[in-house]
């Protein structure tokens, strides 16, 4: 079975790496196309770099003419006649001294020479080129460009492209250079794939959850009071979250985590030994300074004598530094360290919903995909290299249950390793460590049949990781956690355990959040249920109405909200003489999962009619089965 799935599994990596890449293609040979398109209608631009980003492209230009999206049609003309052209896209070598004459009569990265006008980003970017690395030019058409590719063949290959907006951008991401324009657009293979994600934007926008999450009450934002960046939950929003702690409660219990709690703050001593301190500090809160009371030695007995007063505290002239935390794996290694530990006790696997907070740039904040406070679903496994597979693996099913759960059905795990060249400097020198550590988890990865890919050199500076891509039921990507090896933080934190031979050794530690932090990924699920969350996670679960008013209606009715109530049911009641049709649309436009409408017949019968919402009258049913099918429906966590 694992061998099936290795196969299946591997086979849809390599797809999406083929698909990715043929992408990435298309994308950085459209930036091309613009740059080519907008030199024939403005063949003075200067014309600094041009990469394939994620949702497309760019290009980075200097023009006395500030490009507006009424422009964008002119371009995309041109650009159409350039795909229709067909040009080839020829790939030429040329020594170092050819590069910098033709950067400097103005011919790279344009359409002829330019005499007087040098190209004097590309003599920038030729300056990087280390001595040695061959120096390449493409050519295609009239438009020559200095980059070292890969592209697509021909412009004809370029399905679709659309300009999308510009922005402002600075040459290199440096203030002091020049600032430029950045002409962004998208390209796919074909026209309907590009009418496809048009259309998920517009889709992604009706479903925004900082829209849906207001609308429904869920969260809300109050930069004037609180701050900004820092949402609070409304009572439906916290219902989510409690439904979803729940969940990971229980399948962390299953699974033999221990919980813990840890306070939201430690002295700077601590992410000194992290080593968050100094390189991390600009993403924390600044250190609050606390000149800390110097009590008298024996203070129990004191206290016994009943002698304690103010007169025996004495203030310090030193302050300590307490910085608020913005991870919770510190406290986590001090809890480790609180105790002797043995061989044992491993795999210990510690967990808390930890809330850290994280000083964003107030210009990245983001309804809840970034912001400054973070309930995280956080745990940390301490565990030998004998038990890393098991632990890494079984941290992958939980993954895995939790997609079936929330019916995520498109997911990537981005396995991202270390280079072996970069020891010492990006990553940590422990070359052993890091070849044992990243062998296992790619073992893992393909024995379990996980959906992956590979990244070369792009591991945390501590171990390699792997993050984890979810999309949401319109296509919508989103980078859900990260699941990492560390093998700097115990060593740091001085963890030992004794080992069977009686020596000392420092556990492996692996860190966990499948499901992110409830900012995140509940601004996730908004979108991809459009608020329409299922029965378990619905703030508002059910909600029984009545025909008419009539007294013992009323009190069917009543007994079904008492018993629903009495198994924690969250049950609304409508017992108005209004009309049913406007009791529906209300409950509707309340986004209430299930309807109980009962009326004369039913009471008679001792059934209860269903409506689901959205999905309309289910029929009538006996009150006893309808029940205990929502009770079984929510026990279940049925999506
Ligand atoms: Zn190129
Ligand atoms: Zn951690």
């Given at each position: 079975m694992a061998?099936?799935?290795?196969?299946?599994?591997?086979?849809?990596?390599?797809?999406?790496?083929?698909?990715?890449?043929?992408?990435?293609?298309i994308r950085h040979s459209a930036a091309h196309v613009m740059a080519h398109a907008i030199l024939r209608l403005w063949p003075h631009a200067q014309f600094a770099s041009g990469p394939a980003v994620d949702t497309g492209f760019y290009y980075d230009l200097e023009l006395d003419h500030r490009i507006t999206p009424d422009d964008f049609p002119a371009i995309e003309a041109e650009m159409q006649k350039i795909i229709a052209a067909n040009y080839p896209f020829e790939r030429v070598t040329v020594p170092r001294e050819q590069a910098i004459r033709d950067a400097q009569s103005g011919r790279l990265g344009a359409l002829t020479e330019r005499p007087g006008q040098p190209s004097k980003f590309k003599l920038g970017n030729i300056q990087d080129i280390p001595e040695g690395e061959p120096i390449t030019y493409y050519k295609s058409g009239d438009f020559i460009d200095l980059c070292a590719g890969p592209h697509v063949e021909r412009t004809g290959d370029i399905g679709a492209v659309k300009l999308t907006s510009v922005a402002s951008a600075y040459f290199k991401g440096d203030e002091r250079n020049p600032q430029l324009q950045r002409v962004y657009g998208v390209a796919f293979k074909t026209k309907k794939e590009l009418d496809e994600y048009f259309a998920m934007l517009e889709e992604a926008k009706r479903r925004d959850h900082r829209k849906l999450g207001q609308e429904m009450g869920?969260?809300?934002?109050?930069?004037?009071?609180?701050?900004?960046?820092?949402?609070?939950?409304?009572?439906?929003?916290?219902?989510?979250?409690?439904?979803?702690?729940?969940?990971?409660?229980?399948?962390?219990?299953?699974?033999?985590?221990?919980?813990?709690?840890?306070?939201?703050?430690?002295?700077?001593?601590?992410?000194?030994?992290?080593?968050?301190?100094?390189?991390?500090?600009?993403?924390?809160?600044?250190?609050?300074?606390?000149?800390?009371?110097?009590?008298?030695?024996?203070?129990?007995?004191?206290?016994?004598?009943?002698?304690?007063s103010d007169s025996t505290v004495q203030r310090s002239n030193e302050s300590t530094a307490y910085y608020i935390k913005a991870m919770n794996c510190p406290h986590h290694h001090r809890i480790f360290a609180a105790q002797p530990r043995s061989y044992r006790d491993l795999p210990l696997r510690l967990a808390e919903y930890g809330t850290c907070y994280r000083y964003e740039k107030s210009g990245e904040l983001f309804g809840l995909m970034r912001v400054r406070s973070l309930n995280m679903n956080d745990a940390h496994i301490y565990c030998t290299p004998e038990q890393f597979a098991d632990e890494f693996n079984a941290v992958n099913?939980?993954?895995?249950?939790?997609?079936?759960?929330?019916?995520?059905?498109?997911?990537?795990?981005?396995?991202?390793?270390?280079?072996?060249?970069?020891?010492?400097?990006?990553?940590?020198?422990?070359?052993?460590?890091?070849?044992?550590?990243?062998?296992?988890?790619?073992?893992?990865?393909?024995?379990?049949?996980?959906?992956?890919?590979?990244?070369?050199?792009?591991?945390?500076?501590?171990?390699?990781?792997?993050?984890?891509?979810?999309?949401?039921?319109?296509?919508?990507?989103?980078?859900?956690?990260?699941?990492?090896v560390d093998f700097v933080g115990p060593k740091r934190f001085g963890l030992e355990y004794r080992d069977r031979d009686n020596t000392m050794k420092t556990p492996l530690c692996i860190h966990r959040a499948p499901l992110g932090t409830h900012e995140r990924f509940i601004g996730f699920l908004i979108e991809h249920y459009a608020g329409n969350f299922p029965l378990w996670l619905a703030p508002d679960q059910v909600r029984v109405l009545t025909l008419n008013d009539n007294a013992d209606l009323v009190n069917y009715a009543q007994q079904i909200v008492n018993e629903l109530r009495a198994n924690f049911v969250r049950v609304s009641a409508d017992f108005t003489p209004a009309p049913i049709r406007a009791?529906?649309?209300?409950?509707?436009?309340?986004?209430?999962?299930?309807?109980?409408?009962v009326g004369p017949r039913d009471l008679q019968a001792g059934a209860v009619s269903i409506r689901v919402h959205g999905k309309g009258n289910l029929g009538a049913k006996p009150k006893a089965d309808v029940v205990a099918d929502i009770l079984q429906a929510i026990k279940e966590r049925r999506p």
């Amino acid at each position: 079975m694992a061998e099936q799935n290795h196969k299946v599994g591997s086979r849809i990596a390599q797809d999406e790496k083929l698909r990715m890449a043929e992408l990435e293609r298309i994308r950085h040979s459209a930036a091309h196309v613009m740059a080519h398109a907008i030199l024939r209608l403005w063949p003075h631009a200067q014309f600094a770099s041009g990469p394939a980003v994620d949702t497309g492209f760019y290009y980075d230009l200097e023009l006395d003419h500030r490009i507006t999206p009424d422009d964008f049609p002119a371009i995309e003309a041109e650009m159409q006649k350039i795909i229709a052209a067909n040009y080839p896209f020829e790939r030429v070598t040329v020594p170092r001294e050819q590069a910098i004459r033709d950067a400097q009569s103005g011919r790279l990265g344009a359409l002829t020479e330019r005499p007087g006008q040098p190209s004097k980003f590309k003599l920038g970017n030729i300056q990087d080129i280390p001595e040695g690395e061959p120096i390449t030019y493409y050519k295609s058409g009239d438009f020559i460009d200095l980059c070292a590719g890969p592209h697509v063949e021909r412009t004809g290959d370029i399905g679709a492209v659309k300009l999308t907006s510009v922005a402002s951008a600075y040459f290199k991401g440096d203030e002091r250079n020049p600032q430029l324009q950045r002409v962004y657009g998208v390209a796919f293979k074909t026209k309907k794939e590009l009418d496809e994600y048009f259309a998920m934007l517009e889709e992604a926008k009706r479903r925004d959850h900082r829209k849906l999450g207001q609308e429904m009450g869920l969260f809300v934002i109050d930069p004037e009071y609180v701050g900004p960046g820092l949402p609070m939950w409304l009572p439906k929003g916290t219902v989510i979250c409690e439904e979803l702690e729940k969940l990971a409660k229980e399948t962390e219990f299953m699974a033999g985590y221990l919980r813990v709690k840890t306070p939201h703050v430690a002295k700077a001593k601590m992410y000194l030994t992290s080593g968050h301190l100094p390189y991390y500090a600009e993403s924390m809160f600044p250190p609050m300074e606390l000149a800390e009371d110097v009590k008298p030695l024996n203070r129990d007995a004191l206290t016994r004598e009943g002698a304690e007063s103010d007169s025996t505290v004495q203030r310090s002239n030193e302050s300590t530094a307490y910085y608020i935390k913005a991870m919770n794996c510190p406290h986590h290694h001090r809890i480790f360290a609180a105790q002797p530990r043995s061989y044992r006790d491993l795999p210990l696997r510690l967990a808390e919903y930890g809330t850290c907070y994280r000083y964003e740039k107030s210009g990245e904040l983001f309804g809840l995909m970034r912001v400054r406070s973070l309930n995280m679903n956080d745990a940390h496994i301490y565990c030998t290299p004998e038990q890393f597979a098991d632990e890494f693996n079984a941290v992958n099913q939980m993954y895995l249950k939790y997609f079936k759960i929330f019916g995520i059905e498109k997911y990537v795990m981005r396995f991202s390793t270390h280079d072996p060249a970069k020891l010492g400097q990006k990553y940590v020198g422990e070359p052993e460590l890091w070849k044992q550590t990243e062998d296992m988890v790619r073992q893992v990865l393909k024995d379990s049949g996980i959906n992956y890919i590979e990244v070369p050199d792009e591991a945390a500076f501590y171990g390699p990781k792997i993050d984890v891509q979810i999309w949401s039921v319109i296509g919508r990507e989103f980078t859900l956690a990260t699941n990492q090896v560390d093998f700097v933080g115990p060593k740091r934190f001085g963890l030992e355990y004794r080992d069977r031979d009686n020596t000392m050794k420092t556990p492996l530690c692996i860190h966990r959040a499948p499901l992110g932090t409830h900012e995140r990924f509940i601004g996730f699920l908004i979108e991809h249920y459009a608020g329409n969350f299922p029965l378990w996670l619905a703030p508002d679960q059910v909600r029984v109405l009545t025909l008419n008013d009539n007294a013992d209606l009323v009190n069917y009715a009543q007994q079904i909200v008492n018993e629903l109530r009495a198994n924690f049911v969250r049950v609304s009641a409508d017992f108005t003489p209004a009309p049913i049709r406007a009791k529906i649309a209300d409950a509707e436009a309340e986004r209430v999962h299930t309807m109980l409408v009962v009326g004369p017949r039913d009471l008679q019968a001792g059934a209860v009619s269903i409506r689901v919402h959205g999905k309309g009258n289910l029929g009538a049913k006996p009150k006893a089965d309808v029940v205990a099918d929502i009770l079984q429906a929510i026990k279940e966590r049925r999506p």
